[in-house]
């Protein structure tokens, strides 16, 4: 029998399922077997799919989604919530409604559940690739315009809610500042070894969801971290209790509020981590967790440039670091 996840209801008024699953890969499969993936994953129990323009996975999001109808696994289009992001090539208000168009039809779907900027920036056309970025990838960006384009596209129904992604608190004040509509969410890295204190205290302020990406540290990605999953903390709680160590860690960023994304393509990893919301972590574990030495692992070295957008990592975190 599929897990039940539990839902929060974000400021926009829609429910939203406290975990997803992420999407993106550093060697996508082909889309046929991406399909069959999110279809094990429908299977059993996850109804919240994260995906983005960048990822090139929102096609086999929609096949999946318009499969598990056709399969009767789900009645309608309704019952799964989906995330996507406006990529940093088309972060300019003149651009922000097609590039949703593009993913709705990428998609499938006449609307998306959560709509995100995906970082605070704008990038020169064709910069798809953050891996292979040349000098100066950056653009001037319109904050503001580009969140009112946001809003634009939530009036008419094409996402049902709005949000951004990488945002520091005070980016998103600058947003806050004018907004007729307020961010839903803000996607950040958040994990034990980058806890987010601040900025998850200010969003909780202003009632803005954090959503987690990377809760395991990303430790397979180019820029990702082994400080979660090689943490003798978690290792020493997970053998106590008698979990794995991504259990753990992935049940402290749920027991915070977070609304979590995981990643994992196999089956049996799936259904592993979905079997965190029966039980607790003690006081006592808690407060080993908070003492766990901090770093952020994302730090967009990249988009930094002394005659860039960006001059500094200061710059692009408003100190965040």
């Known amino acids: 029998m599929a897990v039940q996840v539990p839902e929060v209801e974000l400021n926009s008024g829609k429910k939203m399922p406290l975990l997803g699953l992420g999407t993106a890969s550093a060697s996508r499969p082909p889309n046929e077997e991406l ?7 429908i299977e059993v129990g996850y109804r919240h799919f994260d995906t983005a323009s960048l990822y090139g996975s929102e096609e086999a999001v929609g096949g999946a989604v318009a499969a598990a109808i056709e399969r009767g696994m789900i009645k309608s289009r309704d019952e799964i919530f989906i995330t996507t992001k406006l990529w940093c090539t088309d972060a300019d208000p003149h651009l922000v409604m097609l590039a949703l168009s593009n993913s709705l039809k990428r998609l499938g779907v006449s609307y998306v559940d ?34 009112k384009a946001m809003e634009v596209c939530c009036k008419m129904g094409m996402a049902k809610s709005i949000g951004v992604s990488n945002f520091s608190c005070r980016k998103l004040s600058q947003v806050l500042d004018v907004a007729t509509i307020p961010p839903a969410v803000n996607q950040v890295e958040m994990n034990v070894a980058w806890q987010q ?29 082994l400080a979660v999953m090689q943490s003798p903390v978690l290792k020493a709680i997970a053998s106590t209790k008698q979990k794995a160590l991504a259990q753990v860690a992935l049940r402290w960023v749920f027991e915070q509020g977070a609304i979590v994304i995981v990643k994992s393509f196999n089956k049996e990893r799936m259904k592993q981590n979905l079997e965190i919301l029966d039980w607790e972590l003690t006081k006592e574990e808690i407060a080993q967790i908070q003492e766990i030495p901090q770093k952020r692992a994302s730090l967009g070295r990249k988009f930094v440039d002394p005659d860039g957008f960006y001059k500094s990592l200061d710059q692009l975190w408003d100190g965040e670091l």
């Open 197 to 225: 204190k601040k900025l998850f205290e200010f969003c909780k302020e202003k009632k803005i969801y954090v959503t987690a990406y990377s809760p395991l540290g990303a430790n397979g990605a180019p820029w990702g971290s």
């Open 35 to 41: 399909i069959s993936i999110f279809l094990d994953a």
């Open 114 to 147: 959560l709509y995100l900027i995906h970082w605070p920036m704008r990038m020169k056309p064709g910069t798809d690739d953050v891996h292979t970025l040349t000098k100066q990838p950056l653009l001037p960006f319109d904050i503001i315009g580009t969140w």
